[in-house]
Structures are given as structure tokens and as C-alpha cells.
């Protein structure tokens, strides 16, 4: 069994809170009484403490047992077994390479994608897929559990741009083109179009920032001798960004400018020599 929801379990430790109004002592009534006899012997020690002798009526039990189940539901439990043809899909775009503490966000979905593999069957096949520049196995098919956790460790991210703002529709297809029993995603960026196969994992919180989404060179003719680099830049930020491009060769600065990109928007920038 395993939970959707593993959040809500933490609301076990609110459960004592119960105990509380059967703990408080009850404030005392005036009662009339003929003789005192009959009380001379109970103990006054306790008197002005602010508890009372624990009692738990029959109802006691009965809520406890209806937030437990309440709490359990609130988990989404789900029955399942081990999954033995699985896919392990690791986001490896620019973003990826944001540090996260004193780790990347790459390095982060690496250990994750290790512990899963770790809880996994020995008999169970993996596959692993990178997303950039698209969704594409790397490695051989149906790796051991301990093959493919050696073949995580070489893998790398790219200075690429964004992937798709979902991959809900190509990792459903995905599923029942190769009948996967479980996708695990490991991004940094929302997915939707989740289920019982399509697992997404989250690595660190979104952050403004400026990204080169393409680079080229081109020679502006068969027989020139001189070369044009394009370079495209997008912000990820809020706000308008002002960014300083340097092209250097050689170890020498060729050529610099300065970019203003508006937020969410790419700006273009040639360089010729």
C-alpha cells in the first residue's frame, strides 16, 4: 500500500489533542449532603490541581476512530504492487542546473531517481529517458535496477531551453506505446495530466532567471571568410532584465552589447567578424 496524499499522515500527531477536554477537571457543583462520613477518608492532596482522573467514555473511542479514518482518507491510500517494466524520465534542460542549497536541481533528481530504483524489484526493467532536446531513451532497453542507477551518475544537463509547459499528452502516449506499468518524471516544472502510471516529481521552486535558448554560427556565404554568431536569450522573470552578452574567441573579448529583455519575452542578438 502506498499514499497519494503522505502529507495528511502527519495529522496523526494532532490525535492526542483529543484527550484534552477528558483531561480538564470538571468544575466543582455543591452538593448537600447529611453526613460527611462517607468522604472522610478521600484524599484533599489533589485538590487544586488543574486535571482530573482520566476517564475515556465509549465516544472517546468512537471519534478517535472517525479522524483516524478521516486522516487515512485524506492520504488517498492505494493498493499496489512493485511495477516491473518501469520508465524513469529525468528533466535535464538549462533550468536543471539551478542550485537548490548546495546542489543542483539535476544533482537532487539524480539522488531521487536512485532511492526509487532502490525500491524497486530486481527483477523489474528500466528504461531512462532524458527531455532535452526531446524525450528520448538513453542507454539500452530494460536495464537491471543497478544498471540504470550507474548510468544515472553519467548523465549530464544541457544548456538548452524550457521543455514543453507539460508533457501530460506525450508521456500518456508514451505509456501505452511501450505499456509502461509506472513513468516517474523528475522536473522542475509543472505537469499535468497525471494518474496511477504518470508519476511527477518535483526539484526546487521555480525561480526568475535568463536563459540562452539558442546559439548558432553561420558563414554569411560559401566563400566568406567570416563568420555571424546568432544568440537568443529568454527571461523567466517578472521584470524587465538587462542583460550583457560577451563573444569571446581565443581567450580574448571579440565583441560585447547589452540586451534589454521584457519579462517572459526573447530577445535576439548577431555578431559578426
Known sequence: MEFLNPAALYAFFLLPLLLIPYLIK????????????????LSTSASGRPWG??????????????????ILALAEPVLSVRPLKVAVILDNSASMQALEGEKSRFELAREQARDL????????Q???YLTVPRVERVGREALAPGEASALIGTLRPYDLGEPPDSYGEELTGLAKEMSYERIFLLTDHPVRGQDGVIRALSMGRSKENLAITSFQITRPSFASTQLEARVEVTSFSSKEERVKLLLKGGGKILSARTETVAPRKSVASSFEG
Open 53 to 70: 482522573k482520566l476517564y475515556l467514555p465509549p465516544i472517546f473511542f468512537l471519534q478517535l476512530l472517525l479522524l483516524v479514518l478521516l
Open 126 to 128: 528500466v528504461d531512462l
Open 26 to 41: 470538571r468544575r466543582p457543583r455543591r452538593l448537600v449532603f447529611s453526613s460527611l462520613l462517607l468522604l472522610r477518608d
Open 117 to 124: 530504483l532502490g525500491g524497486f524489484s530486481p527483477k523489474a
